[in-house]
Antibody
Framework: EVQVVESGGGLVKPGGSLRLSCAASGFTFSNYSMNWVRQAPGKGLEWVSSISSSRSYIYYADSVKGRFTISRDNAKNSLYLQMNSLRAEDTAVYYC???????????????WGKGTTVTVSS | DIQMTQSPSTLSASVGDRVTITCRASQSISNWLAWFQQKPGKAPALLIYKASRLESGVPSRFSGSGSGTEFTLTISSLQPDDFATYYCQQYYTYPYTFGQGTKLEIK
């Protein structure tokens, strides 16, 4: 079964750090771009970051640039999001999503995990 | 950044109705558009990609159309399981952006 499973969420104080993980199974992880998308309580979806299959291309939303770092380990079929200098507005469910890419680099998100909850509060 | 605007924000309909949700991009995105369905407490699920391609396993009552800046998601005959929130998303360029969502409610 093709799936991605997030972990690592929790309660953290403002200014703190957290590392999210996403474990992939049922597909060749190294062939796919991967993404993090978040959803604040009661709000819509917000794309956070993307990393290409070979780690050559990395993108961030302006809201997290300089604070969050996306990475992947293709040998371990795993995606990560290191989150530093966390703020109350980073409170959200964080989803990991697989993204097959067409030539030209356009990648839609086709497989999503159930999400992991990050709460930033004192 | 490309802004995605969905209309309506809320839609009340009955089982069996045909419904259409519109998504407009602030600039041309060719056909690099996806539609997602999200139910409360669940992850989004891909319905349509590349504006009109039905994701495997998605019922054929869902269809997408459009290109450039205007897109539509149509459900031909609403089923009870379809009452949810729907999002469009452009993946033409980074940062990827989502519409604000359309909540489909039972009338």
């Amino acid at each position: 079964e093709v799936q991605v499973v997030e972990s690592g969420g929790g309660l953290v104080k403002p200014g703190g750090s957290l590392r999210l993980s996403c474990a992939a199974s049922g597909f060749t992880f190294s062939n796919y771009s991967m993404n993090w998308v978040r959803q604040a309580p009661g709000k819509g979806l917000e794309w956070v970051s993307s990393i290409s299959s070979s780690r050559s291309y990395i993108y961030y939303a302006d809201s997290v640039k300089g604070r969050f770092t996306i990475s992947r380990d293709n040998a371990k079929n795993s995606l990560y999001l290191q989150m530093n200098s966390l703020r109350a507005e980073d409170t959200a469910v964080y989803y990991c999503a697989r993204a097959p890419c067409y030539s030209g680099g356009s990648c839609h998100m086709d497989v999503w995990g159930k999400g992991t909850t990050v709460t930033v509060s004192s | 950044d490309i802004q995605m605007t969905q209309s309506p924000s809320t839609l009340s309909a009955s089982v069996g109705d045909r419904v259409t949700i519109t998504c407009r991009a602030s600039q041309s995105i060719s056909n690099w558009l996806a539609w997602f369905q999200q139910k409360p407490g669940k992850a989004p699920a891909l319905l349509i990609y590349k504006a009109s391609r039905l994701e495997s396993g998605v019922p054929s009552r869902f269809s997408g159309s459009g290109s450039g800046t205007e897109f539509t998601l149509t459900i031909s005959s609403l089923q009870p399981d379809d009452f949810a929130t729907y999002y469009c998303q452009q993946y033409y360029t980074y940062p990827y952006t989502f519409g604000q969502g359309t909540k489909l409610e039972i009338k």
